[in-house]
């Protein structure tokens, strides 16, 4: 028997829904498999810990996370708490303290769902997006003087350090080698940021040699989004920095249909610590409460986790299960169905059950 830790964070608003949701199907898998455990342990950290106790999570909070395989996070985000507290409280100490530096974003336009995009369906677009996940724009550096006063300042440093953008562009090279199509794009914007967009340009170039058999280019970020619009079928393995691929990929899930089928993995490439899995969503106080959350990130993500763990079969199974469901049109409203969170749910399950492959 293979067992692996799991550290459930459900978080806020639809957060427990899709992570409840997310460790059914896990239980599913573990059954039908029957050589495979998943030792679910679930903390109640978020905005209603935060309430209570004035932070949003404990301070030994990473020492208890740090013994565990893999961290499966809901979403974080309460309309009566700043976001800047909900982030910097919860998520971003997580993946900076255990260094997950690459935020994997696979995107794809899975059976039954039509993209907003005309003529654009199953197999145009099949992307991953890696995003920087320790500094750049989202380093934390800068600050505030003179508050409320009319010469208040605030500053907001982008860092690039070399070893971080080598080790990312690494990361997104060799992620682009192991694809089909080895195909990689280089987001950037170093025509108007002239210091460390350049710097990372250059180090793009330098990683470039050690994969002469990956084809790569570079995109402004502007036109970026108009090729991610026009030409979905002219990408495949896609790079960025920390602000760049947040926007980037929050387009990607539209484009694909819906930010509720949207994953991302928060990966420690070198395993020195617990990754972190999640949707790209976040906690949706428009639908919270009301059972209709689609689940398919919260799966989606679950088969990123297993993939990392070893257990490529499970991962497989399951995004067979997610694909079938959604290919007979059992599917939430935002993505045009009308099936609740459980019955997409129960559905996947079922065809877990029901897989004889
Ligand atoms: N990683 C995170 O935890 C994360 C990410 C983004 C936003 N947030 C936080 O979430 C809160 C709400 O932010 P927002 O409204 O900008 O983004 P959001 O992702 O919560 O919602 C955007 C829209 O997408 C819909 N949506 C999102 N996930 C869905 C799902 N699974 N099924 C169906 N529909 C879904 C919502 O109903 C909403 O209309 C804010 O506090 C924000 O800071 C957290």
Redesign the pocket.
């Known amino acids: 028997m293979r067992e692996y830790s799991i550290a459930a964070i459900p978080a806020d608003?639809?957060g427990p829904e899709?992570i409840a949701a997310g460790v059914t199907v896990l239980e599913s898998l573990q059954k039908r498999l029957g050589d495979v455990r998943f030792n679910v342990e679930t903390f109640d950290w978020g905005s209603a810990y935060y309430r209570k106790h004035g932070v949003m999570m404990p301070t030994d909070a990473l020492a208890r996370l740090k013994t565990f395989d893999a961290i499966y996070f809901g979403?974080?985000?309460?309309p009566d708490v700043p976001?800047h507290i909900?982030?910097w409280g919860l998520?971003l100490p997580i993946c900076q303290g255990f260094d997950q530096y690459a935020n994997v974003r696979p995107t794809k336009i899975l059976p039954g769902i039509t993209s907003p995009l005309r003529n654009v369906g199953t197999g145009d677009l099949d992307w991953v997006i890696v995003r920087e996940n320790s500094e750049g724009e989202y380093a934390g550096c800068g600050g505030r003087v003179h508050r409320g006063l009319p010469e208040e300042v605030g500053t907001e440093v982008a860092v690039f350090t070399r070893v971080g953008v080598q080790r990312i562009m690494r990361y997104a090279f060799r992620l682009a080698q192991s694809r089909p199509r080895k195909l990689l794009t280089v987001v950037t914007k170093s025509n108007a940021q002239r210091h460390g967009m350049v710097m990372w340009d250059e180090i793009a170039d330098e990683v470039s040699k050690e994969f002469p058999d990956v084809t790569w280019d570079k995109m402004l970020v502007d036109a970026m989004t108009v090729r991610m619009t026009l030409k979905p079928q002219s990408l495949d393995t896609i790079v960025a920095t920390n602000l760049h691929a947040d926007i980037l990929s929050d387009l990607a899930g539209a484009l694909a249909g819906?930010?509720?089928v949207a994953p991302t993995a928060n990966i420690d490439p070198e395993r020195r610590f617990p990754s972190m899995f999640?949707?790209?969503?976040?906690?949706?106080?428009?639908?919270t409460g009301k059972g209709?959350?689609?689940p398919v990130?919260s799966f989606w993500t679950a088969a990123q986790m297993l993939d990392h763990l070893g257990e490529r079969d499970a991962s497989a199974r399951l995004m067979r299960a997610v694909e079938k469901v959604s290919g007979v049109g059992i599917k939430?409203p935002?993505v045009g169905g009308n099936a609740t969170t459980k019955q997409v749910t129960d559905a996947v399950v079922d065809a877990i059950y029901s897989s004889n492959e």
């Open positions: 608003g639809i899709v979403a974080v985000g309460a976001d909900t982030l998520r819906s930010l509720g999640e949707p790209i969503h976040g906690s949706a106080f428009d639908i209709i959350a689609n990130a939430t935002d």
